[in-house]
């Protein structure tokens, strides 16, 4: 099982470390309670992807498309403002799913049966101390999940592991 913690000033290294661990994968949810980090952890795995744009949370559009250079595009969905399963469909969201592009989702909960099966479902909230943690909940069975390479300081330089 994946999980991380790290405080927000090492938000670049925890979304560069993930990254390298669902190498392969491109759907992505992310659970998590307003304000926990979803915004700013999928900002950060946008720039490490090679977006030059500002990336921004699409609350109010419901998706922003980012080119990510010779990572190709990204789309990034906020379902917050989404009342039924259907206006998900509704958006072609599909469309979305089957491209070859990266799909960064916040408030997964309110797509209901629109996500992918092969979305890899992840919560982030904030620890008691004030770091962030990211957990894997759920990934398909056909993405295995590769090992993280190099060892992470420990908590007061930022990361651990579990």
């Not at 259907?86 to 909960?109: I, N």
Request: glycine letters at 10%; a negative charge; one cysteine or more.
């Amino acid at each position: 099982m994946f999980s991380i913690e790290f405080p927000l000033s090492g938000i670049d290294v925890a979304a560069g470390r993930f990254l390298q661990t669902v190498e392969g994968k491109k759907h992505f949810a992310f659970y998590g309670t307003m304000g926990a980090g979803k915004t700013t952890f999928i900002k950060a795995a946008c720039t490490l992807l090679g977006v030059k744009n500002t990336v921004t949370s699409p609350t109010f559009a419901i998706v922003n498309e980012y080119d990510a250079g010779r990572n190709g595009i990204i789309y990034h969905f906020d379902f917050y403002r989404i009342n039924r399963p259907e206006e998900v469909f509704d958006l072609g969201c599909e469309e979305y799913f089957a491209s070859d592009g990266y799909c960064f989702v916040e408030w997964p909960e309110k797509a209901g049966p629109a996500l992918p099966d092969d979305i890899c479902k992840l919560r982030i909230e904030e620890t008691e101390n004030g770091l962030r943690k990211l957990s894997l909940i759920e990934t398909a069975n056909t993405f295995p999940l590769l090992p993280i390479s190099g060892a992470f300081p420990s908590h007061r330089g930022m990361f651990t592991v579990c």
